[in-house]
């Protein structure tokens, strides 16, 4: 690590690491620092999918309208931990605001902007560090148990079509040839064929990791405990009784990162969702392209490294155990779903998703600081998201031109 770096990107998954390959692509001398490795915590088990067409804020996508039943289950799509509640009651509420008409519609206007900024920026750094190879281009096909949860699905769609995306909605005899091998419970599907997913969400952080290294960024393991203004730049204090030195700093700590800010003077209502999943072996199921089950919140993704069945939402903090029972209640459905699924040999993953309330990142520069800036809170979709925001950071830094209006994603708008 340099003495004192130009850029210090704190955290070192999928985002960190693709602010920091920028960086480093435009010459400035940028370290990353983080208490494991790269792509080792949350973003080692996510979905895989650079999801561009999922532009609908989590309020607009069923989930005020399923909570109800959901939560009824406690292995279900939705849980909150009776004693995490009370924490979360303010985020909640914002959530609930966040499904207005009128925050409905610059939320998906502005997630939508991110998202087709984010497909540029992915295939040009892919194509930049030569790994395109690690890229699936099959579409994922969405499956619905009755004719009322597919007409129900629909404003979702229209919504996604006004901004360009593309779609086929299918009847029940269509579906096989999209999927063989599906129950015969589901009655409907929409398939979206700009949906694409890689080879390994760990995997490919790693390849980006490599070219961020070439480009001359360097990586340091250590926890970061605090951060302060110091000496014209900042300082940041480690677990291990370190101060590192840097001009800037670039927050992208995931589901920690909100304590970071409020370090800062900032109090932004990051909250997590623990995601859980199961990844069989890759002979486990032939699966041509993901499959979205929504109205049971998960998802199945065709890996290199094997079949992935994942997703649902825990709200329990950073603190709780994981419950892997809900790994395996998400398992027992792929099963029901997918008849022919070879469920031994699995391993299971809980993870955190850094989410705010309306669904949108927080991406720009700290307002209390200079030299702080900041680039969490992509929840569901920071993999999808990660190489628009090392973008937009990259300009932040270089005073390059926007290239879409950031006032959406600033820290101060709650």
Not at 79 to 95: G, N
Not at 107 to 117: C, N, S
Not at 133 to 138: A, F
Request: hydrophobic fraction near 40%; charge should be positive; aromatic fraction near 8%.
């Amino acid at each position: 690590m340099t003495d004192r770096p130009d850029s210090l990107v704190i955290g070192a998954g999928i985002v960190g690491t693709c602010v920091a390959a920028h960086l480093a692509e435009t010459g400035h001398a940028v370290s990353i620092i983080d208490r494991t490795g790269i792509c080792e915590e949350t973003s080692a088990g996510n979905a895989g999918a650079f999801a561009f067409s999922d532009v609908l804020p989590l309020a607009q996508k069923g989930m005020l309208a399923h909570a109800p039943k959901w939560l009824l289950d406690p292995l279900g799509p939705l849980s909150i931990r009776p004693s995490y509640l009370p924490h979360l009651l303010p985020w909640l509420l914002r959530f609930r605001r966040a499904a207005t008409p009128g925050r409905y519609e610059a939320g998906l206007a502005a997630q939508a902007a991110l998202m087709q900024l984010a497909e540029a920026e992915w295939a040009g750094l892919m194509q930049r560090s030569g790994i395109t190879s690690m890229l699936r281009e099959d579409g994922s096909l969405e499956l619905y148990e009755s004719k009322a949860e597919f007409l129900a699905s629909l404003p979702g769609w229209e919504a996604r079509e006004r901004h360009g995306i593309a779609l086929r909605h299918l009847e029940k005899e269509e579906l096989g040839d999209y999927q063989p091998g599906l129950s015969g419970r589901f009655t409907h599907g929409t398939f979206v064929p700009g949906w694409k997913t890689v080879s390994d969400p760990r995997l490919i952080g790693q390849a980006i990791w490599a070219y961020a290294e070439k480009k001359g960024a360097t990586f340091t393991r250590a926890e970061v405990q605090a951060i302060r203004p110091a000496g014209g730049g900042w300082q940041v204090s480690t677990a291990d009784g370190k101060e590192i030195a840097a001009h800037r700093i670039v927050v992208c700590a995931g589901a920690w990162s909100g304590l970071l800010a409020k370090q800062a003077g900032d109090a932004i209502p990051l909250d997590t969702e623990r995601g859980y999943n199961t990844t069989l072996p890759p002979d486990a199921f032939d699966l041509k392209r993901q499959l979205t089950f929504s109205g049971h919140g998960f998802v199945v993704t065709p890996l290199s490294t094997g079949i992935r069945v994942g997703g649902a939402v825990e709200f329990g903090g950073l603190r709780l155990p994981p419950n892997f029972a809900r790994s395996r209640a998400m398992l027992q459905k792929a099963k029901r779903f997918l008849p022919g699924l070879r469920t031994e040999g699995g391993r299971q993953w809980m993870g955190y998703r850094p989410s705010l309330p309306d669904s949108l990142p927080v991406i720009g520069p700290a307002p209390r600081h200079a030299g702080l800036f900041y680039a969490f809170g992509h929840g569901h979709l920071g993999l999808t998201q990660a190489a628009a925001t090392g973008r937009l950071i990259r300009a932040l830094v270089s005073g390059e031109a926007l290239p879409i209006d950031l006032s959406p994603f600033r820290a101060n708008r709650f």
